[in-house]
């Protein structure tokens, strides 16, 4: 079966640079959830999208800005990197009505030097 | 804030027997989900059981089996005849508003 599909799957940035996180989800589904796992934590919600509007949003830095297209696949967009920015970014997808059910892809280490 | 607690840090189990794992959980809401995942040494996030609150019924998935306990707001997992590919971190989550909350983990340790 289809799986989440994220890229990169690893990224190195320096302090202040830019970085783009790309996101495909599960055939048919149509929200989309990112999340943030620091070394040693438990994954932190960030912002999700349910066709293609913002849906919820949590811990989320002024410096990180999402969009989800009409394909249904999201970017996280990051900019002014910090060196507390590394960890592990999972996206997720479900269907939406199907019991929050959320299957999330392999994940994009990001390494911010 | 509403959270999901594991008391449990760190357990270990002999390959074949059975663990439980221990969730709690905070929440005002009737209608919410919740889930036990699974990250490997790879850290795949990799779904194993999920259980609607408005069931009373446990949901079990082969080997995998919750205690669901509605008023206590306890959410534990049993894990039986466990294998070496079991050994992982184990998430408690919770689902609200189509967003997930996680317990800070469990690491399970399996011995041969």
């Known amino acids: 079966a289809a799986g989440v599909i994220q890229s990169p799957r690893h990224l190195i940035k320096e302090k202040r640079e830019t970085a783009t996180l790309k996101c495909y989800p599960i055939?048919?589904?149509?929200?989309v959830y990112w999340y943030q796992q620091g070394p040693g934590q438990d994954p932190q919600f960030l912002i999700s999208?349910?066709?293609?509007?913002?849906?919820d949003k949590g811990s989320i830095p002024d410096r990180f800005s999402a969009q989800q297209f009409s394909d249904y696949h999201s970017e996280l967009n990051m900019s002014s990197l910090e060196l507390g920015d590394s960890a592990l970014y999972f996206c997720a997808s479900s269907l939406q009505g199907a019991g929050e059910t959320q299957y999330f892809g392999p994940g994009t280490r990001l390494l911010v030097l | 804030a509403q959270t999901v607690t594991q008391s449990q840090p760190e357990m270990s189990v002999q390959e074949a027997e059975t663990v439980t794992l221990s969730c709690t959980y905070d929440?005002?809401?009737?209608?919410?989900?919740l889930f036990w995942y699974k990250q490997p040494p790879s850290r795949q996030m990799i779904l194993v059981i999920r259980?609607?609150?408005?069931?009373?019924q446990n949901a079990t998935e082969n080997r995998f089996s919750v205690n669901f306990q509605k008023a206590a707001k306890s959410f534990s997992l049993k894990i039986s005849d466990s294998q070496l590919g079991d050994a992982a971190m184990y998430f408690c989550?919770?689902?609200?508003?189509?967003?997930?909350?996680f317990g800070k983990g469990t690491l399970l340790t399996v011995n041969p």
């Open positions: 929440t005002s809401e009737s209608d919410y989900y």
């Open positions: 055939p048919r589904h149509d929200t």
């Open positions: 259980q609607e609150a408005y069931k009373q």
């Open positions: 989550a919770r689902g609200s508003n189509y967003k997930l909350t």
């Open positions: 999208f349910y066709e293609k509007m913002q849906s």
